[in-house]
Nanobody, 123 residues
């Protein structure tokens, strides 16, 4: 089993910056492939949406609303994914969830979610 532990987040004023990190731990074999690693967010009354992610080849994708402000990165040695959030806006307020996909040696796909971390941006 794999667990995702998130850290970071909190309260910041508009225009400020925050960083959230997510570390995958547990039963991760050397033959496993960590696929997509990224972040989703969910604001009250809204659906969960993709914020940013990076695939195993290093290709990143971002929601249009965060392009130019957020930077996603991964550390394949530590099985970590980070999200640097700059120039934050009140509309970025949400619970941010880490998402990681793992493929075992048989090619079976496993999808994991973190517990969520609150990001609140005050105006």
């Amino acid at each position: 089993q794999v667990q995702l532990v998130e850290s970071g987040g909190g309260l910041v004023q508009a225009g400020g910056s925050l960083r959230v990190s997510c570390a995958a731990s547990g039963t991760i074999s050397s033959t496993d492939l960590m696929g997509f690693m990224g972040w989703y967010r969910q604001a009250p009354g809204e659906q969960r949406e993709l914020v940013a992610g990076v695939d195993s080849g290093g290709t990143t994708n971002y929601a249009n609303s965060v392009k130019g402000r957020f930077i996603v990165s991964r550390n394949n040695v530590k099985n970590m994914v980070n999200l640097q959030m700059n120039n934050l806006k009140p509309e970025d307020t949400a619970v941010y969830y880490c998402n990681v996909v793992r493929y075992d040696y048989k090619g079976l796909r496993y999808n994991y979610w973190g517990q969520g971390t609150q990001v609140t941006v005050s105006s």
